[in-house]
């Protein structure tokens, strides 16, 4: 875990770390052209420049004006535009036309950034020690908001180049790794038994990580790497698609109605496949683990190979024994690597276990509160971050969660089994 | 447990339990016009000529076809237009025209019951010896087959009737309970511990029910009664359908898409309130349970009154302690009544627990497989049983689901909380 | 034209022609199966339940309710249940949800008829003769708009039964033509000059065949008969639906959209045509018209064949010299037939004019002013009336209109071009 | 007429005129931030940047590829990206997905202006003497349609710019009226009679204006200026959109449907109402011509003034009559006035006569073609120019067309009535 994270953070590094991570976001953007800044190819998939504002507007919302008497807004309107969905704070521009905002430029916005960030910084410095405790708590989750949007930012922007004819590369000149065999797929034995799961430590941990709590697994085998695109290469030449028993109901009506014959970035070009990555397309590798694959998918594959996907409790349990190191974002391959074990990094992995409230959850009060607990419902949880995850953002208990349809993110499949 | 769901029934037993219950089917329809057979007033509510020949169908082609040699198909095309969903089976007209059905006429759908009905008595009867535990046990499958149709029969034609101007009674001599005040809310402990969970004992269980397995909770507590008119009437007189930070962020946008601001079959006139019954429209009685509530207005309420759902676990504890009785089908009230308890009937109990597989869970091959588990996924798991369901389909282990936005089934809330 | 359209009509002639016309539509009905009254296809198509209730409504409300003093309304919400689209009179029902009227029940609809008729033979016996012209031509106006009905009867029924798998047949007895060779295509002239068109004489017609007025055409030509299944099928077969070039701008979205590739009711098995009758599937006769063809298939035809559709005016300059005859509802054929001329009957022709106001057209005042002037946009002309089309019904300046997009009702080709 | 139009313009003089005229599509530009070219608001307002490109295109496409030999194109996708409807040519980038290219660069795009425009100067100067009258006419359409998407670029940025809640100015400096006065409303008179419409002379004219045709009006009057917003506001003080029977039905279930309560760009604030104008938000000035009206708008306000709205005839006619001079581009008030006459210039008036063909018309072979005549479906014609069109690019026959929905583009009303 990162220092910025410890209840023990001095001000002084605390005020590093805060610029270091903006800094981050801002170095993102730097292989972007102006042009790119506004994309917005779907409605869940938001514009780098909406990012660079929104993350910003958090600080500014939830530290600046709380805790800065008399703070002027930096604009009268941006509370409005940047809002993402905390219906607490107040009405905001509706998700699906971020894509429309024109203005501010982007140049405003990198002014907006520049404002905000010299006035946390006097906060940070210059706070009442009354204060610190609790300023230093929200600085800290302000941060990890916005290494989730860095995350975010990778995603979305590989759909939105993804639907230009021209397939551009986010930076052309990423390193491809050489080709080489898939690892044999192992096991990982979990004996039965009462364990515990949720956020350990006084770390920083989002809400709906606790509270800690027993559960109970029955005896289960993980596989000790993921599935690779050769392994689904298989199950789409076995007529995968076409085969009503391997899917869902709401599955096998999803991809009906929307012609899904492959995971998202595959380009069938004659007899070969191509995948779409932030480095432009490439051929595809049958070694690389599968990615962009819906839960409808995953679970899809995984009832083909008789084998079902992970719980969230059984992952867990695995992370928490691990070293947390990876393919993460900072090796900067930003693209899952062939490879074993693969616990943290390359892909967030599925479960089989539905987004909701631990026992004994409890969110904070206020627009906070919004922040993880309203969305458990129709949600599936991953586990282990993925290749544009920062390492200092991950734990073993954190929960990400998105739709079983959802696929843009750079999800995976790792198989499990009972035993 | 009626007698036909044990292993050691007789033949004779099982086939006058066939019989009766069959008949069931036809004496729910005795109230209808023949033009009401037809109504499909959304796709998930089917109508009544539909239920009649689906659940006809589902003894011919899982009994008659496999266990009678040579069998011929009442009709050759009874397998495409009264197959629901088993696509293992073959294609199916689209569940949204199936009230397009004007041919077979309401006649011919009894003429094919007839046949079914004969054909299935003789079966019974006759069927060599290796085949009778096999068969007894998909003769049973069909039977509860035919009981949740039973209770889909009268939830779709609330539903049907409701969206008449005229709004017809079902039946116009349904009794309506004197005015009571509702009893006093208590509560029930339930103390931590492992406890276990799913079908016990030998007699017929779902397959979603299996496997019995441990399942940790933590203390909690349980409302000794379901929540009433009364109590969500204050819920919106209080500004609960305007209140963002009450709702799921799903159910919030469900809400403001259809323009929901009360319970599906409320109906404002001036300052007073009605709800439809299948006794036609009725003054809204506060100690009545509410009812048709979908999981996002159950989950609302539950926040307001800050507490939360139970889960299906903690219900199935509570219910296996108790008597299976309540009011169920069998006192033909087809409402739910005010009182106290109310464990087993009134309405469907909406629990916090996604529908997932149980460990262990392993449908069985074929078509039969695709009955449950196919639909294991943005579901929610309700518990009790309801005023219309029959007394001899429940268990304690019995696990319902809904997608969270239905609210056409007699659902209902009890409220729970953490100790 | 029929006697109850003269202005001289006598009140006894006029009170036989009331009952025989009211008798037809319930004669139509004969060979349904109460089952069959209740569908609705698509929003567009009503039940024959509620054709039946809306005729009647309409004598109710525009006859006995301004002309009988104290006339009490048979129901209380049947004015709300068969109102179609007059919004000056007040709600209706959504005319999707037509099919949703399972009460009344059929039975009750025809007493609601015989109720109406025996009211409104009364009137026209004895109304005072002050009121006499007036209710004269109200009356010739109910039976224009019920003989509407009878016609749409026919085209919404076929719908309706097209749709069930089981493809039923409204009469399974109807005469089917000799296979014979398409007659070859000739060529009318028709020269250059101003005409006049619209309404001519005193005898009944709809506001929107006035005011009579002039209209230049330049020199043109039009076929002597109209386009055959046979023609059709080159078209098809020349790969008429995938060339772009062909097509309307909005037609080719249509089809592609819609995934059109053939006209209507056409049915492909393997190599063979069969097309959908109300006597039921047939094979597809070469020399039958062309029929269920929306007006984008008609255009792209006609471009394909170098040639266009007519305007109205040059088709009613031609149907004005010509007797009032053809293969019309009397016949009771219910399909278009081979043959030469067919300037009445057999099926609507497609004209290239949008229908808009004539010059000097004026709807009447109040609720009647909405029978036809509101629809004065987006739709276009079609002339000659069907082959369910009761001859009684028509006239040279007959305006008949449809969306580009619609199908379903008797519609052809007659290919025209400019000299 | 501009003297690009004229058949015996110089090659000098066209190249001359090619440059001023592509340049005025960047002048257009020059306020825009990078930000800005990319906006798309709907699927029917396209992004500045992709007009720069497809008028580009359209040269490339349509003069460099067949007159120069081995043109080779600038970049092997553009013919794709920049493609708008010509099918005839190829595939294209779907018109809703214009918005995601934000590759090429804006930068780019203007490169590749500049690629063109030389090489078209030196087409123009260079071509053989016997392609010379093939090459100028095609010049001169190419300019045409560069100034038809001049005038679009206008429509559709006010349309981008509107919907963001900071509602910029395309031009802060924009000059806005004095107010004043609506001068009284007065009529013109036309008398009965036949006469000729269609393209006259031997200047340009798109293919939909031709041929010349006779027409026979009967006697009608004109208003001598547009409706203004004063007298709209009346309409919906009076209840105008609530009052079905004002509405064209296919107009009522629009404004229902998408709950239109007033002109596109007006806004209430509180008691006043504001227009929002390329200069910004302005007050509404009463006296100003009422714009950005759909058809149904503009037909129900005539309904509703006891009036109707012109034929195309009736003021193609009046055009003939006057000379073109009026508030167009030149002014560059980009905003309609107050005033008299108002003939040209100003606002597009909505015609109630559809855009279908002349008798005679007879579009190019080819792509060029598909211009105009494979839109004449379901569109209505405009007449006289708007406030942002060129005043080199009208013609008293020249016939714009839009779907009666609508409103984006300056469009305007002119009461007319029959006498």
Redesign the interface.
């Known amino acids: 875990m990162s220092d910025y994270q410890s209840p023990a953070v001095s001000r002084e590094r605390l005020r590093e770390d805060f610029l270091r991570i903006r800094h981050q976001s801002v170095a993102a953007c730097r292989p972007l052209?102006?042009?790119?800044?506004?994309?917005q190819?779907m409605p869940e998939a938001s514009p780098p420049?909406w990012h660079l504002g929104h993350v910003t507007w958090f600080f500014e919302t939830f530290l600046l004006q709380p805790f800065v008497r008399d703070y002027p807004a930096f604009h009268p309107?941006f509370h409005?535009?940047f809002n993402s969905?905390y219906?607490?704070v107040g009405p905001m521009?509706p998700r699906p036309?971020r894509?429309?905002?024109?203005?501010?430029?982007?140049e405003q916005v990198y002014q907006y950034r520049a404002h905000v960030d010299a006035a946390m910084a006097a906060l940070i410095e210059g706070c009442e020690e009354a204060q610190w405790p609790a300023l230093r708590a929200r600085v800290t989750l302000g941060l990890n908001h916005e290494q989730q949007h860095q995350e975010l930012f990778y995603m979305d922007l590989k759909h939105?180049f993804s639907?230009?004819?021209?397939r551009?590369a986010y930076r052309a000149d990423l390193p491809q790794p050489p080709a080489a065999e898939a690892a044999p797929l192992g096991w990982i034995d979990g004996a039965e038994g009462?364990i515990e799961i949720g956020r350990a430590g006084d770390g920083f941990a989002y809400d709906n990580e606790g509270a800690r709590?027993?559960?109970?697994l029955?005896p289960y085998r993980l596989a000790d790497r993921l599935t690779t695109n050769g392994e689904y290469l298989e199950f789409i030449q076995d007529g995968g698609y076409d085969q009503?028993?391997l899917?869902?109901?709401?599955?096998?009506a999803h991809i009906q109605r929307n012609g899904w014959r492959h995971p998202l970035y595959w380009i069938e070009q004659g007899e070969q496949w191509q995948e779409f990555t932030l480095g432009g397309p490439r051929p595809l590798d049958p070694a690389t683990p599968v990615s962009h694959i819906s839960?409808?998918e995953a679970?899809a594959f995984a009832r083909w190979a008789d084998k079902?996907l992970p719980r969230e409790a059984e992952l867990e349990r695995e992370l928490a024994r691990r070293p947390l190191e990876g393919n993460l974002h900072d090796p900067k391959a930003l693209h899952p690597r062939p490879g074993h074990g693969q616990w943290y990094g390359d892909l967030w992995e599925w479960t089989?276990?539905?987004y909701?409230?631990y026992?004994?959850f409890s969110p904070p009060a206020g627009a906070i509160?919004?922040y993880n607990g309203?969305?458990?419902?129709?949600q599936m949880v991953l586990r282990g971050g993925c290749c544009v995850t920062p390492q200092a953002h991950l734990r073993p208990s954190y929960r990400n969660f998105f739709y079983?349809r959802d696929r843009w993110m750079f999800s995976g499949i790792r198989l499990a089994e009972?035993v």
Chains 1, 2, 3, 4 share one sequence.
């Open positions: 052209a102006i042009d790119d800044y506004q994309l190819s420049k309107q409005y535009l969905y219906n607490t521009q036309e894509g429309l905002l024109s203005r501010p430029t982007v939105h639907l230009n004819p021209l551009p009462l709590h027993p559960t109970y029955t009503a028993d899917w869902l109901a709401d599955g096998w839960y409808y679970d079902r089989a276990s539905p909701t409230a026992p004994g509160g919004e309203k969305f458990m419902c129709n079983p009972d």
